[in-house]
């Protein structure tokens, strides 16, 4: 039984490539850009923890960070499960070393972050964690993928 680990076709990074670029000017402008008006919205919520505790509730927010958050989370995931221009079989072996060995990582840092941040701030912590996950998979998958082209130039 073989599994694929690319979902998406190659095109598909072209696409993740664009929404991670996109993602930028939103972040931009949330963090140093002065969270423009024009981002204010009136959305539907769930839970919104501003001044007080809210559920199920129509809040103003800014969407910038939000904008940014999810076009940086979609490019990303386009980007780290789309298929390679020549994609081989064994490429799915490597990508499973890349998944496991991230995951690995993850949790050290997860375990580490509960040990030394506390209250709110290890939700924001989490999130960038994921990030991190993803950015350290994708960084391992092109380092096995180097060192898999290296080691069948010298055979």
Do not use: C
Request: glycine share 4%; aromatic share 18%; net charge positive.
């Amino acid at each position: 039984m073989h599994s694929k680990l690319s979902v998406f076709p190659f095109k598909a990074k072209f696409l993740g490539l664009i929404l991670m670029v996109l993602a930028v000017p939103f972040a931009y402008l949330y963090f140093w850009g002065g969270k423009p008006d024009i981002f204010n919205f009136k959305t539907f919520a769930f839970v919104t923890t501003y001044l007080k505790t809210q559920y199920f509730v129509v809040s103003q927010t800014n969407i910038l960070d939000e904008l940014a958050a999810v076009l940086f989370l979609a490019g990303i995931s386009l980007v780290s499960f789309s298929k390679e221009k020549n994609e081989k079989p064994h490429f799915d072996i490597l990508r499973s070393k890349a998944l496991v060995n991230a995951v690995f990582i993850a949790i050290v840092l997860w375990m580490a972050s509960f040990l030394l941040i506390y209250g709110m701030a290890i939700f924001i912590v989490s999130f960038v964690i994921f990030v991190i996950f993803l950015i350290v998979y994708n960084l391992l998958f092109r380092l096995y993928l180097l060192k898999n082209k290296k080691s069948t130039k010298s055979s």
